[in-house]
């Protein structure tokens, strides 16, 4: 019975996190300075310019989370923030959600 419902339990955490599972991240978000082939012209423009801005290289080395949190992210770079902080805000509500769901779950089989 434990093993039939554990595997509920996991189909239903699949099904409804379904479009975070098969999220595809845009390589450019990970490392913004790495080789990036990008179809988008705007996207394009505002990477190549992101590329050469030796100030924000430095902040890059604290991590990409971080670097897409500056300040002037949004301001300077508005387009691949758009897209940018999409990703950042999935990852960690998904995360206290599954850990929502694993409290209720041993709340329920306890």
Known sequence: MTLERDLLDMFDFESRFEDILTMVIPP????PYGDIEETNVIIQ????ELSTNEEL????K???QQF???????????VL???A???????????????????????LTK
């Open 62 to 64: 604290n991590g990409y």
């Open 45 to 48: 423009e505002e990477l190549t």
């Open 81 to 83: 923030w758009n897209i």
């Open 68 to 78: 897409w949190l500056q300040n002037n992210i949004p301001v300077t770079y508005p």
């Open 57 to 60: 290289k430095v902040q890059f």
């Open 28 to 31: 450019w978000i990970i490392n």
């Open 85 to 107: 902080r999409k990703f950042l805000i999935s990852f960690p509500s998904s995360y206290l959600v599954e850990i929502g769901f694993s409290a209720v779950t041993n709340l």
